[in-house]
């Protein structure tokens, strides 16, 4: 078995590193902007904070295959600049190592992340969607634990109301209660109490409301005056609303994994508008993971500076080039999805585009003498960056004269 060779494993480790860094740093910060907006929906809805955390479970998936290609992009790219910048790809190159040489293990992290890219959008991606619907449709449906809220009236059905005014040990244990239930006879009973329980009964659609230290009150057309009691203890059986099934996976084409995607774009008996989501859905997934391999060449190509220049403007333009990317496939499908333009063309073209822009600047730096890609954009930022440092000094003295 060949060893690695050593500079392999050098170049690997410089990718790796910011590579982790980035994906784990660009998942975060996605997980953190919707984590707040989970916390407002579920407080509203009145679940458990505990939803909030599955939730986010189920969208890591999608927030990872967002992340990859940055995480990509920017290993690589630094790892190339700080190569270039430190000299030591002019040693490389020097001692007659090419271009398409040290592209050996970007390529190799390329390869290995798109297919861990295609698993998550292809297959686990769907499923984990279909499980976030699923526990938005419970706490929208007033599953049990989510539809009570503390100082308000709920309803529980049709013929019964409830409400608490406090509600500890996560909301097993509750305080202040007034429940009110009616019958189809025109029977009511009322009950306040000082503290109470939940507890499960044989018959799943059925609860008992524990309560402690009470007054009930029993009105009927057969009584002339309500009935007034007070009680220790009382067991107030409270039938649960009935809930809605969710539906079944496939509701939405992001919910089909890439194989059942293909089958409804070609099933003839599906209607015409599910066919063309779903083959449009299927080329943007296959595009957002084919271009994961023009990465590497566009990564390299912004990622060497002019000589006698460390500007890092190679980094900035490699995050606009990829969002404008992934902004252009997504339009792209909603053309193919609206049947516009054929899903085939409306995804492929802007690809291949795309992968002439990433060899054609590959192109320039590795086989063209002296040939620097972005060089003309360098020096317009240099110029752009000299102007704005004297117009600042201009200010500042003016300042001091003032």
Same mark, same amino acid.
């Given at each position: 078995?060949? %060893?690695?060779?050593? @500079?392999?494993?050098?170049?690997?480790?410089? *990718? =790796?590193?910011?590579?982790?860094?980035?994906?784990?740093? &660009?998942?975060?910060?996605?997980?953190?902007?919707?984590?707040?907006?989970?916390?407002?929906?579920?407080?509203?809805?009145?679940?458990?904070? &505990?939803?909030?955390?599955?939730?986010?479970?189920?969208?890591?998936?999608?927030?990872?295959?967002?992340?990859?290609?940055? !995480?990509?992009?920017? !290993?690589?790219?630094?790892?190339?600049?700080?190569?270039?910048?430190?000299?030591?790809?002019?040693?490389?190159?020097?001692?007659?190592?090419?271009?398409?040489?040290?592209?050996?293990?970007?390529?190799?992290?390329?390869?290995?992340? #798109?297919?861990?890219?295609?698993?998550?959008?292809? =297959?686990?991606?769907?499923?984990?969607?279909? #499980?976030?619907?699923?526990?938005? =449709?419970?706490?929208?449906?007033?599953?049990?634990?989510?539809?009570?809220?503390?100082?308000?009236?709920?309803?529980?059905?049709?013929?019964?109301?409830?409400? @608490?005014?406090? &509600?500890?040990?996560? !909301?097993?244990?509750?305080?202040? *209660?007034?429940?009110?239930?009616?019958?189809?006879?025109?029977?009511?009973?009322?009950?306040?109490?000082?503290?109470?329980?939940?507890?499960?009964?044989?018959?799943?659609?059925?609860?008992?409301?524990?309560?402690?230290?009470?007054?009930? *009150? /029993?009105?009927?057309?057969?009584?002339?005056?309500?009935?007034?009691?007070?009680?220790?203890? /009382?067991?107030?059986?409270?039938?649960?609303?009935? @809930?809605?099934?969710?539906?079944?996976?496939?509701?939405?084409?992001?919910?089909?994994?890439?194989?059942?995607? =293909?089958?409804? !774009?070609?099933?003839?008996?599906?209607?015409?508008?599910?066919?063309?989501?779903?083959?449009?859905?299927?080329?943007?997934?296959?595009?957002?993971?084919?271009?994961?391999?023009?990465?590497?060449?566009?990564? *390299? #190509?912004?990622?060497?500076?002019?000589?006698?220049?460390?500007?890092?403007?190679?980094?900035?333009? &490699?995050?606009?080039?990829?969002?404008?990317? /992934?902004?252009?496939?997504?339009?792209?499908?909603?053309?193919?999805?609206?049947?516009?333009?054929?899903?085939?063309?409306?995804?492929?073209?802007?690809?291949?585009?795309?992968?002439?822009?990433?060899?054609?600047?590959?192109?320039?730096?590795?086989?063209?003498?002296?040939?620097?890609?972005?060089?003309?954009?360098?020096?317009?930022?240099?110029?752009?960056?000299?102007?704005? %440092?004297?117009?600042?000094?201009?200010?500042?003295?003016?300042?001091?004269?003032?």
């Amino acid at each position: 078995m060949n %060893k690695i060779p050593a @500079i392999d494993r050098y170049i690997a480790r410089l *990718i =790796f590193f910011p590579m982790l860094g980035t994906l784990v740093l &660009s998942a975060m910060l996605l997980v953190l902007e919707k984590m707040l907006r989970l916390f407002d929906f579920v407080a509203t809805e009145g679940g458990p904070v &505990s939803v909030v955390w599955r939730m986010l479970a189920n969208l890591i998936p999608e927030y990872l295959s967002l992340g990859i290609p940055i !995480g990509l992009m920017l !290993g690589i790219l630094l790892a190339f600049r700080r190569l270039a910048t430190s000299s030591e790809l002019d040693v490389l190159r020097g001692v007659g190592m090419s271009f398409g040489r040290l592209m050996r293990v970007p390529y190799a992290f390329a390869f290995a992340l #798109a297919l861990l890219n295609l698993a998550i959008v292809g =297959f686990i991606q769907p499923y984990a969607r279909y #499980a976030y619907e699923g526990l938005q =449709f419970e706490l929208r449906s007033g599953a049990l634990g989510a539809s009570i809220k503390v100082g308000e009236f709920t309803k529980l059905g049709s013929r019964m109301t409830l409400r @608490i005014e406090e &509600s500890y040990n996560d !909301g097993r244990s509750l305080r202040g *209660i007034f429940v009110r239930g009616e019958n189809k006879e025109g029977q009511a009973v009322s009950a306040t109490a000082a503290e109470g329980q939940f507890l499960a009964t044989d018959d799943p659609n059925t609860i008992i409301l524990r309560l402690t230290s009470g007054v009930l *009150i /029993h009105e009927s057309p057969k009584f002339a005056v309500p009935r007034v009691l007070t009680f220790d203890n /009382h067991d107030l059986p409270i039938p649960l609303p009935k @809930i809605e099934a969710f539906r079944t996976r496939g509701g939405a084409d992001r919910e089909l994994t890439i194989p059942e995607l =293909f089958v409804v !774009g070609k099933d003839k008996t599906e209607p015409l508008t599910t066919r063309l989501e779903s083959r449009a859905n299927f080329h943007f997934r296959i595009v957002e993971v084919a271009s994961m391999f023009l990465i590497p060449l566009l990564a *390299i #190509a912004l990622a060497i500076p002019p000589k006698r220049s460390t500007s890092s403007l190679g980094v900035f333009l &490699s995050i606009v080039i990829l969002v404008t990317q /992934h902004k252009i496939n997504q339009y792209a499908e909603d053309l193919g999805a609206r049947g516009a333009v054929d899903p085939l063309l409306a995804l492929w073209v802007p690809y291949l585009l795309f992968a002439a822009l990433a060899f054609w600047m590959y192109y320039t730096l590795a086989h063209v003498p002296g040939g620097q890609p972005i060089g003309a954009l360098e020096r317009v930022a240099a110029k752009a960056g000299q102007r704005v %440092k004297a117009l600042f000094r201009l200010v500042q003295r003016k300042q001091k004269l003032a």
